[in-house]
C-alpha cells in the first residue's frame, strides 16, 4: 500500500504519541489536535485507529518479510545472519526508538483481534527465519544439534527482545550496539558448534 504525506505523517505521529503516552493515549483527537487538523480531517486518511495501527503494523510485516527473504538468499555462516539481523533490529530502533513502544506492545492489542492476529503474524515470520538460519546452520554443521532449532530460535528472539525493552525502560541510556554486539557474540558461542 502506497501512502500520501498526510498519512505518512499520521502514521509518525501516532509513533511518536504511543511512544510518549502509550498505547492508551493514541486518540483520534490527540492525532489531529498533534498535526493541527480537524477530527473528520483524519478520518479522511485512516477509517478508525485500528486503522493506523494496522498500517503502523503492515510496515513491521513488510520489514521481517524482507528480512526472512535475504536471510534464504544469504549464503554466509548461522551465527553471522543472526548478527546481521540483531544489528540490522538495534539500528532500526536506534534511528526510531519510539517503535520499540508499539512493537512490543503486543499484550495491550490482546482486546483487539486483528492488531493480535497481526502481532502473532509478525512473530511467527521472525520465528520461522531464525528457526530456518539455525536448521541450515545445523544441517551444515555449524549449529549445535543437541537442542532443537525451535528452542534456540525461541533463546534468539527472547535474548533480542530482552535487551531491547531493557534499553527502552532505562530511557535509552547506553550504548545498545555495543551492549547488543557483545550479546550477540555471547548468543553465537552458545549456539554454535
Not at 486483528?114 to 554443521?141: M, W
Not at 532505562?170 to 549456539?191: H, Q, R, T, V
Request: aromatic share 8%; glycine share 6%.
Amino acid at each position: 500500500m502506497v501512502l500520501s504525506d498526510r498519512q505518512l505523517e499520521i502514521i509518525d505521529l501516532s509513533i511518536e504519541i504511543i511512544a510518549e503516552q502509550g498505547i492508551q493515549g493514541l486518540t483520534i483527537k490527540n492525532i489531529a489536535k498533534r498535526i493541527g487538523i480537524s477530527e473528520p480531517a483524519i478520518y479522511r486518511h485512516f477509517d478508525s485507529k485500528t486503522q493506523i495501527l494496522l498500517t503502523i503494523l503492515d510496515n513491521f510485516m513488510e520489514m521481517a518479510s524482507f528480512m526472512g527473504e535475504a536471510m534464504k538468499m544469504n549464503n554466509d555462516t548461522a551465527g553471522n545472519k543472526i548478527e546481521f539481523m540483531f544489528s540490522k533490529i538495534v539500528d532500526i530502533f536506534i534511528e526510531t526508538p519510539s517503535y520499540i513502544s508499539v512493537i512490543f506492545s503486543e499484550e495491550l492489542f490482546k482486546n483487539e483481534h486483528v492488531l493480535k492476529e497481526k502481532i502473532i503474524s509478525i512473530l511467527t515470520l521472525n520465528e520461522q527465519t531464525i528457526e530456518y538460519i539455525i536448521k541450515t546452520g545445523q544441517e551444515r554443521g555449524e549449529v549445535r544439534t543437541d537442542i532443537e532449532c525451535k528452542n534456540l530460535a525461541i533463546i534468539v528472539m527472547g535474548t533480542l527482545r530482552f535487551r531491547i525493552k531493557q534499553w527502552d525502560l532505562n530511557n535509552y541510556k547506553g550504548d545498545i550496539k555495543a551492549s547488543g554486539e557483545d550479546l550477540i557474540n555471547s548468543l553465537k558461542s552458545i549456539i554454535e558448534k
